[in-house]
Nanobody, 126 residues
Framework: EVQLVESGGGLVQPGGSLRLSCTAS????????IGWVRQAPGKDREGLSC????????WYRDSIRGRFTISRDNANNTVYLQMDSLIPEDTAVYYC???????????????????WGQGTQVTVSS
């Protein structure tokens, strides 16, 4: 069974930073895209970013490019989301997610997701 376990959420002030972690296990497929989706209160889920399992190429939603950075630690089967310059609108539950096919546009904009983590809360507030 594929398991995705997020950590690193919390309460931060505007302008602050957080780094989310996702530890993955149970994969039996090869070329996939793993990344992050968020859901703000009262809003639909929003794909943010994913990174290729083969070449570590990152892809970003335009609205967060430049503030958020995705990376991968292959030795520890972990993917990260470094979030800088946080604003209150970033408040959401952040989910680690996997698309078994390496199709970043489908991951980010169509939410064609195959596996989900449990989510971790990020709150940006003064």
């Amino acid at each position: 069974e594929v398991q995705l376990v997020e950590s690193g959420g919390g309460l931060v002030q505007p302008g602050g930073s957080l780094r989310l972690s996702c530890t993955a296990s149970g994969f039996t497929f090869d070329d996939y895209c793993i990344g992050w989706v968020r859901q703000a209160p009262g809003k639909d889920r929003e794909g943010l970013s994913c990174i290729s399992s083969k070449n570590d190429k990152p892809w970003y939603r335009d609205s967060i490019r430049g503030r958020f950075t995705i990376s991968r630690d292959n030795a520890n089967n972990t993917v990260y989301l470094q979030m800088d310059s946080l604003i209150p609108e970033d408040t959401a539950v952040y989910y680690c997610a996997v698309k078994e096919e390496n199709l970043p546009y489908s991951f980010i904009h169509r939410l064609a997701i195959d596996h989900w983590g449990q989510g971790t809360q990020v709150t940006v507030s003064s």
